[in-house]
């Protein structure tokens, strides 16, 4: 009887130790809200709507999107600074977040300060077209006649201080040559005079000028990837002329600064998990987007890096973004 009872004991203080360790995990709240700085339909927001689908299916939470654009993503990215830090308010957002906050003369927040990187969601590479009037169709092409005419071959942004401006000046760097900024308030009034050839180039994501290329008014010369990219089959790289030179554009989940720990790498393992799933896999693709999963510390790592980077063309090429 003795023993029935000590092992009876034993069982019960087992039961007791276990259970704490299971009480641990916090239940998902009731209600996720993803914050995307982006108007709807774009790239961004058409990633959110998906992963929120799938998000919503994992942890039984009533998942929203809320399209929080203008003011260079700052309206979106000041809203989520300032959110509980209990993981109920995520930020969806991309490199150009970055870009904005290298080249203001004054911003309202310090992004790496009040905002923590928790999930890379995906890298997409940086395409380069062409205008059917500047009759340049190859990456040497771009070169020669770049380096003929310095300053002359213009490239059109969707404004100074964005990502595609950016990219187009680490090649001017690499490639040594010049190449003309034409800023634009918004990329799909640049698209027009692109497709028009009343400029040159045009620098960005693919989806930006896809329905341009698959009516055939502008041409695909580059995709600024290391290695010939599957979503771009046939397209030649860049870094074929230009050694070593490549551009993605990242997009990624921020938590606000002084979440927790616990909670912001339970969300990287979430969020990596549902990154893989075939709704968020094909909402990213149009982009040649890939997800990449990687640890909340690389992904901070990824961005402090990027802002550095921006930050050193900015000063050193006089950037400054109104």
């Known amino acids: 009887m003795f023993k029935i009872l000590a092992r009876r004991l034993a069982l019960t203080l087992l039961v007791g130790i276990a259970l704490p360790a299971i009480a641990q995990q916090p ?58 830090k209990d993981g109920s308010v995520l930020l969806l957002t991309s490199s150009s977040t970055f870009t904005a906050a290298a080249t203001k003369p004054t911003v309202p927040m310090d992004v790496n300060a009040d905002l923590l990187p928790v999930a890379l969601l995906s890298e997409g590479p940086i395409i380069i077209g062409a205008s059917l009037e500047s009759n340049i169709k190859t990456p040497a092409e771009l070169l020669a006649a770049a380096r003929a005419k310095p300053d002359l071959i213009t490239h059109g942004t969707g404004g100074i201080g964005t990502f595609s401006h950016f990219v187009a000046e680490l090649l001017d760097d690499a490639a040594k040559i010049q190449l003309k900024h034409v800023p634009y308030k918004g990329a799909s009034l640049a698209v027009n005079d692109f497709v028009a050839g009343r400029i040159d180039l045009m620098i ?56 927790p720990p616990a909670i912001v790498e339970r969300w990287n393992r979430e969020l990596n998990t549902i990154a893989q799933t075939a709704p968020v896999r094909e909402a990213i693709a149009p982009d040649g987007s890939l997800p990449r999963a990687i640890s909340a510390e690389e992904f901070g790592t990824l961005v402090r890096t990027s802002f550095n980077t921006y930050k050193k063309i900015a000063k050193e090429k006089n950037i400054v973004a109104d």
């Open 204 to 259: 960005g994501v693919y989806s930006t000028i896809a329905p341009q290329v698959k009516a055939g008014r502008v041409r695909l010369i580059a995709v600024c990837t290391l290695q010939p990219h599957p979503a771009f089959p046939g397209v030649p790289t860049m870094a074929s002329v230009v050694p070593g030179f490549s551009a993605q554009l990242w997009v990624g989940f921020f938590l606000p600064a002084g979440t």
């Open 27 to 84: 239940a998902w709240p009731k209600q996720i809200k993803i914050v995307v700085p982006f108007a709807a339909g774009a790239s961004t927001d058409v990633a959110a709507r998906a992963f929120a689908s799938e998000l919503s299916k994992h942890t039984g939470s009533a998942v929203i999107v809320e399209n929080l654009p203008g003011a260079s993503t700052y309206i979106g990215t000041q809203a989520v600074a300032k959110a509980p």
